[in-house]
T-cell receptor, first 114, second 117 residues
């Protein structure tokens, strides 16, 4: 079982809706990530939080708004999305000081924008 | 230039046989890390194996081994005794810099492995 839990697993929303994706980890990791993955493509980095502070924003449109309420939780707020935003959204976590730095991923949230 | 290149879009292997998935990388950093992830159709990215740039021995994890050839900048994944459950997309990835930095992971395009009975 994955130690990074994402909800919901599937989400369908209209372009005018507001929704949120949630991610939770209990491994004590202090870095958390959002990736976007289109079908048959590799994941693309969106945001990185380190110690609950946003440290990397890969020029993501403002209709995606991340939030890190505490060290275990990561949210991605969605508003006024476009159909091309339909994708698998993966959350990941890691230990910033780990020698290897591997990321642990959740199962993802499959988003469909109508 | 792509930082990670996986030249095999698809690979097929018979159950119980070994298979090698190719990965080459491009970096000017002396310190970097190489990873392999497995992604089944369910979507989760599963970490398989890690190789650090200063590691002299090839990494091994159960049936997975990483054939690290630093001079050729290659980091091929070898899966021994393939199983039907190994059918998945496999991504090679690289982190530049030391692990304690928050370097992003650069992913290759992936190789779809199909194991047949």
């Amino acid at each position: 079982d994955t130690e990074v839990t994402q909800t919901p697993k599937h989400l369908v929303m209209g372009m005018t809706n507001k929704k949120s994706l949630k991610c939770e980890q209990h491994m004590g990791h202090r870095a958390m990530y959002w990736y976007k993955q289109k079908a048959k493509k590799p994941p693309e980095l969106m945001f990185v939080y380190s110690y609950e502070k946003l440290s990397i924003n890969e020029s993501v449109p403002s209709r995606f708004s991340p939030e890190c309420p505490n060290s275990s939780l990561l949210n991605l707020h969605l508003h006024a999305l476009q159909p091309e935003d339909s994708a698998l959204y993966l959350c990941a976590s890691s230990q910033p000081w780990a020698n290897t730095g591997e990321l642990f991923f959740g199962e993802g949230s499959r988003l469909t924008v109508l | 230039a792509q930082k990670i290149t996986q030249t095999q879009p698809g690979m097929f292997v018979q159950e119980k046989e070994a298979v090698t998935l190719d990965c080459t990388y491009d970096t000017s950093d002396q310190s970097y890390g190489l990873f392999w992830y497995k992604q089944p159709s369910s979507g989760e990215m599963i970490f398989l194996i890690y190789q650090g740039s200063y590691d002299e021995q090839n990494a091994t994890e159960g049936r997975y081994s990483l054939n690290f050839q630093k001079a050729r900048k290659s980091a091929n994944l070898v899966i021994s005794a393939s199983q039907l459950g190994d059918s998945a997309m496999y991504f090679c990835a690289m982190r530049e810099g030391r692990g304690s930095t928050l370097g992003r992971l650069y992913f290759g395009r992936g190789t779809q492995l199909t194991v047949w009975p």
